[in-house]
């Protein structure tokens, strides 16, 4: 009974995040200039430094490419050679979280934050809506921070050196893209729920494999 009423419960969590993004997407395709999200970005940026410049991009720094490919081929490779090949596989299945938000970019349609709203510490390629980074970040560190949980031959040490930075960047990595000028709010809101619903069907099918060799 207590696995039924679990599931029952992922499922219809599952449910309200694609309804939010659905929503979501659908009040930005036709509203892609918000006031909400102007308000946001200026009170994120109220405060600017050279040094927090750099903390904000350093935040950001493994959602660029080629990092972010790099990174995860690297944290997969460790994984692999830990003797971990399954977790190691799935990791790197993270990766074709890049089609799917070019995807739902290239619907939606929506334009970068621009000089005239916003203070921009750099140029963006690609459309704004969702936020690419913040999908990756919690699709990809979220996942790790599972592993962590569940695999039982990691140090304790390394587990919360992991899930502490994992942990740090999915709360950081919004705020980061924000103050940039790279994204608005909403942006980072819509990657933040794409990435939790596709963070599902990866943790389902891992945890299938699991149960299979088990």
């Not at 219809?12 to 993004?21: D, K, N, Q, R, W």
């Not at 919690?138 to 899930?163: C, D, Q, R, S």
């Given at each position: 009974m207590p696995t039924i009423l679990n599931r029952n419960l992922l499922i219809?969590?599952?449910?309200?995040?694609?309804?939010?993004?659905g929503s979501l997407s659908v009040f930005i395709y036709h509203h892609l200039i918000w006031k909400f999200d102007t308000q946001v970005s200026l009170v994120i940026q109220h405060y600017q430094a050279?040094?927090?410049?750099?903390?904000?991009?350093?935040?950001?720094?493994?959602?660029?490419?080629?990092?972010?490919?790099?990174?995860?081929?690297?944290?997969?490779?460790?994984?692999?050679?830990?003797?971990?090949?399954?977790?190691?596989?799935?990791?790197?299945?993270?990766l074709l979280s890049g089609?799917?938000?070019?995807?739902?970019?290239?619907?939606?349609?929506?334009?970068?934050?621009?000089?005239?709203?916003?203070?921009?510490?750099?140029?963006?390629?690609?459309q704004s809506y969702p936020s690419g980074h913040t999908l990756s970040?919690?699709?990809?560190?979220?996942?790790?921070?599972?592993?962590?949980?569940?695999?039982?031959?990691?140090?304790?040490?390394?587990?919360?050196?992991?899930?502490?930075i994992s942990a740090f960047l999915i709360v950081m990595v919004a705020p980061s893209r924000i103050y940039l000028g790279a994204h608005w709010f909403t942006d980072t809101l819509g990657g933040f729920l794409l990435g939790l619903i596709c963070l599902y069907p990866l943790c389902y099918f891992y945890f299938k494999q699991v149960k299979k060799t088990r």
């Open positions: 219809a969590v599952l449910i309200i995040l694609i309804v939010a993004f050279n040094w927090l410049d750099k903390v904000m991009v350093g935040i950001s720094f493994f959602g660029e490419l080629p990092f972010s490919l790099i990174s995860v081929l690297i944290v997969a490779y460790i994984f692999y050679w830990k003797k971990y090949k399954r977790e190691a596989l799935f990791i790197s299945t993270t089609l799917i938000i070019l995807g739902v970019k290239n619907i939606i349609n929506r334009p970068r934050p621009t000089s005239f709203y916003v203070r921009l510490v750099d140029v963006y390629r690609f970040y919690v699709l990809f560190f979220g996942f790790l921070i599972i592993l962590m949980f569940h695999l039982k031959g990691i140090p304790k040490t390394t587990k919360w050196i992991v899930t502490s």
